[in-house]
């Protein structure tokens, strides 16, 4: 409860409480239960699953990691025994030139661009209105095999809406349609507005106009669960089917059987039914369903033909999870689940070697969020998950995972693109340096001194220099990103190979070879 200046009126029944600042109480009343026991809240629960959550790197990650320190570490005893080795052998070898050696040939140019990289990726998920708390996150999104889908919030609007109108034999739709929009007229509640909605939009109707002398409107009320009217000598109602037979005095079996059918299709397609009745006689059904997000299937589908598995996870039946799932058009479902069984699940999926990403909204997703390895939290949504997630998606689009999967692969294109180049940049470098340094001592390796640099000197200044200057060359394609084509790991290594591996080799002979003339013309070494 807050006076923040800005404030936010909620609604009766919804599930989101990102901000209670001037929160309006529609119907009935708000019931606080305060107690000092530990661990016993819903919060208590929800922090301790967050605190043990934690991150783990993925296999590109520690592959990236293996190979640079690999390298970092088999140079760094390289350049250390070369020491002796010039002592013995007579060499005179500085640590100047050591140290030049050493910078020369490990993987400098990569770890130097790496930061641009993740910078570049995090501004292109901006572009998307997509805000990531790091690169390694947008990295991480490449290699994602399965995406978990809240239901309430991300997948569906979260509000149950009025989609038709279902009336008994004898009954006409309009009717119908008129008795719901006149019963639901003091029903404030997001329910209420929708069977309104439906009816003026989709049936042409207008608000009835009765006399306030002669109407007694029937607000809606959690303990009744009915609203109406009574009008002109009519007793409208509208409400949860077990509240208006028990209204009317009747039960469900003594009910004409197309209502029953009715109620039941409603109910096995994962919709609330809500029963219709004027002066004691039952008019028909509305439909009330969870609505799913337009677009949204055509968007997993393409999620499907990137590799990626869509699961949607919600507290609903069985029945119900199905029914939606179905219509959302996700790979599979968690019914009825828990925070405690989306961690679990997560845990699961990771342990088998998949990468998760993880589409919420609610605090009881926060959990879930702080695992996954990509966790998107929508704008809308609360502020624990927001917290929880390493990215927030301002548009509260689920499916935004599309643009934040291909960002992810192009990051990891780019990186192996270049990590191919440094490789092959480092090995050129060992023709320029290493016959300079031990020509004169093994006469023998002026044979792979195959660019004729003027001095040893030269040939290390000149490779020192030329180590600078293309990591700032690089920079700009570092930023851009190679351009993301879905092509198989197969075709993809073979082009690093040739453009990437080829080009690291050739580049540096023409460069450290430009910068000698131009280091032995000025007499600088």
């Known amino acids: 409860i807050t006076g923040e200046s800005a404030p936010v009126i909620r609604e009766a029944g919804g599930d989101r409480s990102a901000v209670t600042g001037g929160t309006t109480v529609l119907s009935d009343f708000v019931k606080v239960k305060i107690t000092a026991s530990p661990g016993s809240t819903f919060i208590d629960r929800m922090i301790a699953l967050v605190e043990g959550a934690e991150r783990q790197k993925t296999p590109n990650e520690l592959a990236l990691s293996i190979l640079l320190s690999g390298l970092t570490l088999i140079f760094l005893i390289v350049c250390v025994t070369l020491w002796p080795i010039a002592k013995y052998s007579g060499t005179d070898l500085s640590a100047t030139v050591l140290i030049a050696l050493l910078v020369c040939l490990i993987p400098t140019t990569i770890g130097g661009l790496l930061s641009a990289i993740g910078i570049a990726g995090m501004d292109r998920l ?53 008795a719901a929009l006149a019963s639901s007229l003091s029903d404030e509640t997001p329910e209420g507005r929708s069977i309104v909605a439906l009816a003026k939009g989709e049936y042409r109707l207008l608000e009835p106009a009765p006399d306030p002398a002669h109407t007694k409107v ?10 109406g009217v009574d009008i002109a000598g009519r007793s409208i109602r509208k409400g949860a089917i ?5 209204y009317l005095k009747t039960r469900i079996e003594q009910t004409q059987s197309e209502f029953r059918q009715e109620v039941e299709r409603v109910a096995m397609s994962g919709g609330t039914p809500l029963a219709v009745a004027d002066d004691g006689r039952l008019l028909g059904v509305v439909h009330l369903k969870d609505v799913v997000k337009p677009g949204i299937k055509d968007r997993f589908a393409a999620l499907r033909v990137m590799g990626i598995r869509t699961v949607m996870v919600t ?30 699940y997560i845990r699961k999926e990771q342990f088998g070697g998949r990468l998760i990403a993880m589409c919420g909204d609610g605090t009881n997703d926060a959990p879930a969020l702080a695992q996954a390895d990509v966790g998107v939290a929508m704008q809308t949504g609360t502020q624990a998950a927001r917290e929880a997630g390493n990215m927030v998606d301002l548009d509260s689009n689920p499916t935004k995972l599309i643009e934040i999967v291909e960002i992810g692969k192009q990051l990891l294109m780019t990186r192996g693109s270049l990590t191919t180049f440094s490789i092959a940049n480092d090995v050129a470098k060992y023709f320029a340096i290493l016959p300079a340094m031990f020509a004169v001592t093994y006469p ?23 180590n600078a200057l293309i990591i700032i060359a690089l920079i ?18 073979r082009r690093n190979l040739l453009v990437y591996g080829l080009g690291g080799l050739i580049l540096p002979f023409i460069g450290i070879k430009a910068i000698d003339l131009v280091v032995a013309a000025l007499h600088l070494a």
Request: aromatic letters at 6%; charged letters at 20%; a negative charge.
């Open 126 to 178: 901006i572009r998307f209105n997509v805000i990531a708390t790091s690169g390694r996150a947008v990295e991480a999104a490449g290699d994602v095999d399965t995406l978990l889908l809240d239901k309430t919030g991300t997948i569906t609007f979260g509000n149950r809406m009025a989609t038709e109108f279902l009336p008994v034999r004898g009954v006409r739709t309009e009717d119908l349609a008129a």
């Open 218 to 227: 029937i607000p809606f009320s959690a303990q009744t669960r009915i609203s």
């Open 242 to 246: 077990d509240s208006i037979l028990r």
């Open 315 to 344: 507290g609903d039946n069985p029945t119900t999870a199905a029914a939606i799932a179905s219509e959302a058009g996700v790979d599979d479902f968690l019914a009825e689940a828990t925070p405690e069984d989306k961690l679990t």
């Open 444 to 466: 023998a390796l002026g044979a792979l001194n195959v660019m004729r640099l003027a001095s040893s000197q030269s040939a290390i200044l000149s490779a020192v220099i030329f």
């Open 476 to 493: 700009p394609l570092a930023l851009k990103g190679v351009a993301y084509r879905p092509v198989g790991a197969a075709a993809l290594l």
